[in-house]
């Protein structure tokens, strides 16, 4: 459903420039349909997905294979995707990516709901923080930037736990000594919050870490990837407003995440 998504998204998004750049569209139209395809195509099954004749799309099809970004099939096959993109990819540095997609994002955040904000992505077996935004002149909850914390403990952990194939996800939990302490009860308990976060695609409940606090968590960036992380607030979870102030909270975060994953390059 979310290639799906992405498609449209982007499809969109090519209608709007007009086709400014007709020959890079055709090149790029190419890229994005062999990506999502699960074997080779030839220049013919090419040109019919995408409405275009046979002779333009062989021009960008020999240009594509010249520069490395496609390549042929053993035995004069259909045309597949190399690795090439993924070099290009791995040439930027995730964390770096990840602190310039989220930091104005983050800021707003902080601001506008009045809490701190913090960003987490899996360091082996724990969560690391990589980065934290707190709004000014205001007294909130702290987690700190460089704090490694519990995967199984904490909610960020729950939905990056979520959203690995579950025997990655039962690997991880089988070298963690904090969950291995943990009683049956709360060993299904944990397991419910995961596959809540699985469901709605958030977390919001209280903190196992720290009482009288609840996590709100939202994933960002592409799971399987360098740049899978997870937003987070932190905030007392006291006062009659409490259940108010979580939606808007999640609302906040949520649109947060979303403009991250635009600066990222991610379509949901």
Do not use: W
């Not at 890079?24 to 990506?35: M, N, Q, V």
């Not at 979870?237 to 808007?248: F, L, T, W």
């Amino acid at each position: 459903m979310e290639t799906g998504y992405a498609s449209m998204e982007m499809a969109e998004t090519r209608k709007k420039k007009n086709y400014q750049a007709p020959a890079l569209e055709k090149g790029l139209d190419i890229l994005e349909h062999l990506s999502s395809q699960g074997e080779g195509r030839t220049q013919v099954e090419i040109a019919q997905a995408l409405g275009r004749n046979q002779s333009e799309i062989y021009r960008m099809l020999t240009c594509l294979e010249a520069r490395g970004y496609i390549a042929k099939e053993p035995g004069g096959g259909g045309y597949r995707m190399t690795l090439r993109l993924f070099e290009l990819g791995h040439r930027q540095h995730t964390a770096t990516l990840l602190r310039q997609a989220a930091h104005l994002p983050m800021e707003a955040l902080a601001e506008e709901i009045g809490q701190s904000c913090h960003l987490s992505f899996p360091h082996g077996i724990s969560l690391i923080v990589m980065m934290e935004r707190m709004p000014a002149r205001r007294v909130c909850l702290a987690v700190g930037e460089g704090a490694v914390l519990p995967l199984s403990r904490t909610a960020s952990g729950k939905v990056l736990l979520g959203r690995m194939p579950d025997a990655v996800a039962e690997r991880i939990l089988a070298m963690d000594p904090d969950y291995k302490q943990l009683s049956p009860a709360l060993r299904n308990q944990m397991g419910l919050s995961i596959a809540a976060a699985r469901t709605n695609g958030f977390l919001a409940e209280e903190s196992d870490l720290t009482e009288g606090v609840a996590d709100i968590a939202v994933p960002v960036g592409v799971d399987g990837s360098g740049t899978a992380a997870v937003l987070a607030v932190s905030y007392l979870n006291s006062g009659k407003d409490a259940a108010q102030r979580q939606r808007r909270y999640l609302g906040a975060a949520q649109l947060c995440a979303a403009e991250i994953n635009r600066n990222l390059g991610v379509f949901r």
